[in-house]
């Protein structure tokens, strides 16, 4: 059983900033992708940012130069680190990694319960 655990979420004002962060824990044997998506109420879900093992990262447009994701692959952690926060930022983050249980087992997506983050005066 896989977990993965979200926590940094809350409103802040704009220009604030907060950080993220999504510790995964249960019977893992790799993990090779880690990122985070949001939904906001009345839009798709969108990939925010993502890094690989190697540490290669990828950004959505909307937040470069803003947000920062980083990793602990000891820890099987990601963190999201978001400055200059917007209220179009507002949504609900989730967190993902991309996994295996066994090295036989096919990779296979996790996901985080979500955190709320609202960016409002």
């Known amino acids: 059983q896989v977990q993965l655990v979200e926590s940094g979420g809350g409103l802040v004002q704009p220009g604030g900033s907060l950080r993220l962060s999504c510790a995964a824990s249960?019977?893992?044997?790799?993990?090779?992708?880690m990122g985070w998506y949001r939904k906001a109420p009345g839009k798709e879900r969108e990939l925010v940012a993502s890094?690989?093992?190697?540490?290669?990262?990828n950004y959505a447009d909307s937040v470069k130069g803003r947000f920062t994701i980083s990793r602990d692959n000891a820890e099987n952690t990601v963190y999201l680190q978001m400055n200059s926060l917007k209220p179009e930022d507002t949504a609900v983050y989730y967190c993902n990694a991309v996994l295996r249980v066994t090295v036989v087992t096919p990779w296979d997506n996790a996901w985080g319960q979500g955190t709320q983050v609202t960016v409002s005066s």
């Open positions: 890094i690989i093992s190697g540490g290669s990262t």
């Open positions: 249960g019977s893992i044997f790799s993990i090779n992708a």
